[in-house]
């Protein structure tokens, strides 16, 4: 069965850190981009992190700059967000994304976690 299952969310106060992991099973993790989504109540979903898989280069959002990091680990199929410097508007569910372009017409395979709950407050 194909699963991408989040784990670490929680309550932190401003300024804190949390670290997310992506666990991933049923496909073949090293041949998929990897990233994170979010989504707070009542907004659009807005992208966060990236990380090529051919590259290794990683790709974030504005405001996530410099206080988050996403990392992966091919052999134990995980995948990890570092976010530091939390601020009350990083308060979302955050989604494990895993994607890959499967023919020339760049058709593409996209997977995704139930997502887990980010809180930020004081």
């Known amino acids: 069965e194909v699963q991408l299952v989040e784990s670490g969310g929680g309550w932190v106060q401003p300024g804190g850190s949390l670290r997310l992991s992506c666990a991933a099973s049923?496909?073949?993790?090293?041949?998929?981009?990897m990233g994170w989504v979010r989504q707070a109540h009542g907004k659009e979903r807005e992208f966060v992190a990236v990380?090529?898989?051919?590259?290794?280069?990683?790709y974030y959002g504005d405001s996530m700059k410099g206080r988050f990091t996403i990392s992966r680990d091919n052999a134990g199929n995980t995948m990890y967000l570092e976010m530091n410097k939390l601020k009350p508007e990083d308060t979302a569910e955050y989604y494990c994304n895993a994607d890959r372009v499967v023919n020339v017409e760049g058709a593409k395979i996209e997977l995704w976690g139930q997502g887990t709950l980010v809180t930020v407050s004081s």
């Open positions: 990380l090529r898989r051919t590259t290794g280069n990683t």
């Open positions: 049923g496909f073949t993790f090293s041949s998929y981009n």
